[in-house]
């Protein structure tokens, strides 16, 4: 598996300008999960995401989803689109301690008293991201590449792995089954994605790479 480098931390972004991304992503998440129970006809008081609609997106209109491209994703675009942005959403709401992602705070007009957290809380908050998407590609790739086996750099980061305790939706890893990995693979690639550009002004929203693990096996 290719590791790119690390992009370093530069300038960290602004409250306003990370509220504003929740609050337009807050809308993304509405807008996909309607897709999902519409089209899957699961009633909407029984999926598990729970985050109210959050009104007219007045900023940062460009990262919205079209409602033209929603509409033309098949039924597993909208899951992988929906658990990625969720994941975003996560870790925007993380960003100002103390909210609840399923009960947000009004992302139009901050308290003025909502703190955010530190650039070097955020950093650790990206490793352990890191780490945790590392292990659950790993054991994805472990499940189903059969030609990584041959591979013995795959037989030294997979003795890493196996040491590696993680938990997916409360079940130990290498118990959970191959839904619950894939679902907990989108969530963190979005995780991941939403902090690197909060924490470093160089990226662009989504942006190629933005995804992408740099941690290596041995650092874990």
Not at 174 to 187: K, V
Request: charged share 25%; hydrophobic share 40%.
């Amino acid at each position: 598996m290719q590791l790119p480098q690390s992009l370093a931390a530069l300038t960290p972004r602004g409250p306003d300008e990370i509220a504003a991304a929740a609050h337009a992503t807050q809308a993304n998440v509405v807008a996909l999960r309607v897709a999902w129970c519409r089209l899957s006809g699961q009633p909407m008081e029984d999926h598990e995401i729970k985050t109210p609609a959050p009104g007219p997106v007045r900023k940062m209109r460009e990262i919205l989803v079209d409602r033209h491209v929603i509409k033309s994703y098949e039924p597993n675009e909208i899951v992988i689109r929906l658990r990625q942005i969720w994941g975003e959403f996560c870790s925007l709401c993380w960003s100002f301690p103390f909210v609840d992602p399923q009960k947000p705070i009004n992302f139009n007009d901050l308290p003025e008293n909502q703190s955010i957290r530190c650039p070097t809380e955020v950093l650790t908050k990206l490793d352990e991201i890191q780490k945790h998407l590392w292990r659950i590609r790993h054991e994805q790739r472990r499940r189903h590449d059969s030609e990584a086996r041959k591979d013995p750099a795959f037989h030294r980061e997979d003795e890493i792995a196996l040491g590696y305790p993680l938990r997916i939706y409360g079940v130990e890893i290498l118990n959970c089954d191959d839904a619950s990995l894939f679902t907990a693979a989108c969530e963190y690639a979005g995780m991941l994605a939403a902090l690197r550009w909060a924490s470093d002004h160089r990226w662009t929203w989504e942006a190629p790479g933005i995804m992408d693990v740099t941690v290596r096996a041995d650092s874990l």
